[in-house]
């Protein structure tokens, strides 16, 4: 019997490799996939974010030492510019702290200060998934510096704070970052005007729309295009109030009982080059 | 030997084009569709070098793939190891001119790769954008993948070790 065993192996090794490795990946599959195992990826991050910062930061060389006789040349004209800008923006700071002062006691008055106490980590993003199937976004930033899974993530784009996702793995070093546009990212927001809630989440593509679904129907007549879209605070994950993207079409079905919203997130996600991870747990965000 | 040496190569090679395709590649990207090198190589890899290379070096591949990637462990290792076998059992049969062949080769692939992740997915609930793949990034990657098959396919026929195609079985 053992004869006709090895015999077996021996003629068909190929197909028995195949099998053994098939195996071993839906093994994987299954154990991964209900979160048993978690460290094996994580020292796989560690190890592959290392080589990833090395190319990035090799790329980025090369690719700024040419660029940066064009931009020298782009810093003269725009140090004049700026120049005058300062003049008026000197005007400009002297009414915003006069603004701020009367906000600041407005806010007192009708008790609306939400105030987070969130520690920022800045972060610079070194890589993007490197399959089109998924889409996460790898910082240079992880456990060393303070952070932690499911810590949500912020940028700034054009003077404006928004959403970028959330932290899904971490490793010494570096972190992985679940993207608003993934299909998986799933938020609860609210229009900042009419303060109708919906769930967001992704469609997978980062210059994509992404979609605001269970809006309620008799919001329609409430709803402008344009509107503002920020995070409800609901679900402990993410805080009260963050922008998310506006409103760009309003789809309202007649056979389904609620809205579906076409939203343009606030970041342009192509354009990443740094982030905000907010150094918050989900309990402080759920006490909130 | 000889296999043992052609596997590691093969390693070498696709854990560079995965790196490459984190970072660089994300920059020549058409409609935030990536072109997957690793593919083009572990096809080509498999067709000279027979089913025991290719299907060893895709899962080993796949692992560091899914090290980068919110994949669940297996995931990637499936797809390659199953590619790498398939291909592999055409070594040394299928004559690759230096257009053509690899263009389909490496468009089929790139077919298969879409259904098996989407199979996969599916079987496991796993909330990929797999489901969105076939909407069309899976045609865009699918031409993408096949005009840089020529290039990638000349330039790995350089390497001495996959010069030669090895039928399988000897």
Redesign the interface.
Known sequence: MPGLFEGFVGKH??GV??AV??L??????????RTL?IQ??EV??S???F??KG??GV?RWIGETAGSIRLLQQAREELAAVNLKVQALDQTNRDIIQLRRENQLLREQIDLIHSLPADRISAEV???????????I?VNKGSRHGVRRDMPVVAYQGDLEGLVGKV??VSAGSA?I?PLY???CQVSARLERSRYEGLING?????QNILMRYVKKIAVDSIEYGDLVVTAGLGGLYPKGINVGRIRDILARGYETSLLLEIEPIIDF?RLEYVYILQLEPEVVEAQ | MNKVRASLLALLLL?IA?????????RIAI????P?I?LIILVFVSLRR???VG??SG?AS?????????????????MR??IG?IY??FSGTVFVDPFLMPMILTAVATLLKGLL?GL?STL??????????FAG?LWI?MGYNAVLSPFLFAALNLIKTFRQAEKEGT
């Open positions: 090794k190929r490799t195949l490795l098939v071993l990946s839906l093994f994987s599959l299954l154990v991964s996939n195992i094996p990826k796989g991050l190890i592959m974010s080589f990833q190319f990035s790329f070194i890589a993007k998934d490197h399959d089109n199937l998924f889409s996460t790898t899904v793995a992985q679940l993934d299909p998986q469609q997978g593509q980062d210059r192509s | 854990c995965i790196l490459l395709q984190s970072t660089i590649l994300g409609a935030s569709v990536r997957d690793a027979g089913s025991m299907q060893i899962f796949g692992i560091l793939e899914d090290f980068m990637s919110v994949s669940p462990l297996g995931f990637h290792p499936l190891a199953v076998y592999g059992r992740s996969v496991f609930g796993i909330t990929s954008s797999g489901f969105l793949y990034r990657e």
